[in-house]
């Protein structure tokens, strides 16, 4: 270990991290430390070994050979039993390990954090699925990465709120903003989630506003923005309307410059062919992304469109990677080893 509970700069080249949660995000973030120049994946833990760590575990998987942890001792007997060779608990290792992702689901990240990394003075990363008192910062590398500096534990809001956080705060640096309305037309599941709904329906989210709008305040808690939710039967993506009144008098051209500006905004042309997120979804699989992942917010170009101080645009959410590079740059500010420009930096290009 190379940090204390107290705040100090990290001088150590290599990061050494776990990745608890072998699912969705779990293992987008492990291969995506992998391909960090200064984090070394120090292994994946779970409780149990699911499709993806049979996949990619195996002589073809892209983590093959990596070492395997369990979360805990219930875990270890359950790993055994299903033949993986495991090197022990997060626990009894934990004096190697610099820093934990946590990807579990809602509640045994908060037991992991009591149980585990508290006792164990390790600090961790928690994901947007986490409740909200897990961690005091909610952290979008784009608004607000300094503010997990020195923390011991940070809580990456979810893919919808990253999205959200990354158009905002572009327009905030550039143009400042007023007030926001944001619509949200949200996939029904994952591509594996065969068991969530909804068939062959449209399900409102009947808390007004939905939770997306409290969430980017935590990001960005001078923000005013309200935020209303359907859930739809697919599987590849989010689509939001958006309106933004601005402080300042631009037009269409500005808006687009400054999207372009931002590396993880992708501007999308309906006119050349990408009109609809299955579009999106093939011109992904055509750029050889792997599982056709899209980490970057997607905002149709055509939709950019400025009336009276508003501004109106219609972007998309690849719910699965788009919080992967956030989840990265959390690490690097948690142990404060890199400032937010080179951070950003760095993943991106890794």
Not at 333 to 349: C, G
Request: a negative charge; hydrophobic letters at 35%; aromatic letters at 4%.
């Amino acid at each position: 270990m190379f940090y204390s509970t107290q705040s100090i700069v990290i001088h150590s080249i290599m990061i050494k991290v776990l990745v608890n949660g072998f699912g969705t995000i779990g293992k987008r973030v492990a291969e995506a430390v992998q391909k960090q120049e200064d984090m070394r994946l120090y292994g994946i833990s779970d409780v149990s070994k699911g499709p993806e760590m049979e996949t990619l575990l195996s002589p073809k998987g892209e983590l093959h050979k990596v070492d395997v942890y369990a979360s805990n001792k219930e875990g270890a007997e359950k790993l055994r039993k299903d033949n993986v060779d495991i090197k022990g608990t997060i626990e009894e290792h934990s004096d190697e390990i610099d820093i934990v992702v946590d990807s579990t689901p809602s509640g045994v990240d908060k037991s992991n954090k009591e149980n585990i990394y508290k006792p164990n003075n390790l600090k961790a990363v928690f994901q947007g699925g986490a409740p909200d008192d897990i961690a005091e910062v909610k952290f979008n590398a784009d608004a607000n990465y300094q503010e997990a500096n020195g923390e011991n534990y940070v809580k990456v809001v979810s893919c919808n709120t990253t999205s959200l956080s990354r158009t905002m705060n572009t327009l905030e640096e550039n143009f400042g903003v007023d007030e926001v309305v944001a619509n949200l037309v949200r996939r029904g599941g994952d591509i594996p989630q065969d068991g969530r709904g909804p068939i062959n329906s449209i399900i409102p989210v009947t808390d007004v506003p939905s939770h997306h709008g409290p969430d980017v305040k935590a990001v960005m808690p001078e923000l005013d923005i309200k935020t209303l939710a359907v859930k739809v039967p697919v599987t590849y993506g989010h689509v939001h309307m958006v309106n933004a009144e601005l402080e300042q008098d631009v037009n269409e051209e500005e808006i687009i410059e400054a999207f372009e500006k931002n590396p993880r905004i992708n501007l999308l042309e309906a006119e050349k062919g990408f009109d609809s997120t299955s579009k999106v979804h093939e011109m992904m699989r055509d750029l050889g992304r792997k599982r056709s992942d899209m980490q970057e917010t997607g905002v149709w170009k055509e939709t950019i469109t400025v009336e009276d101080g508003t501004c109106y645009w219609i972007h998309m959410v690849h719910q699965e990677p788009i919080v992967t590079p956030d989840t990265i740059d959390a690490l690097s500010s948690l142990l404060e080893v890199e400032r937010q420009p080179r951070s950003r930096d760095k993943t991106n290009t890794a």
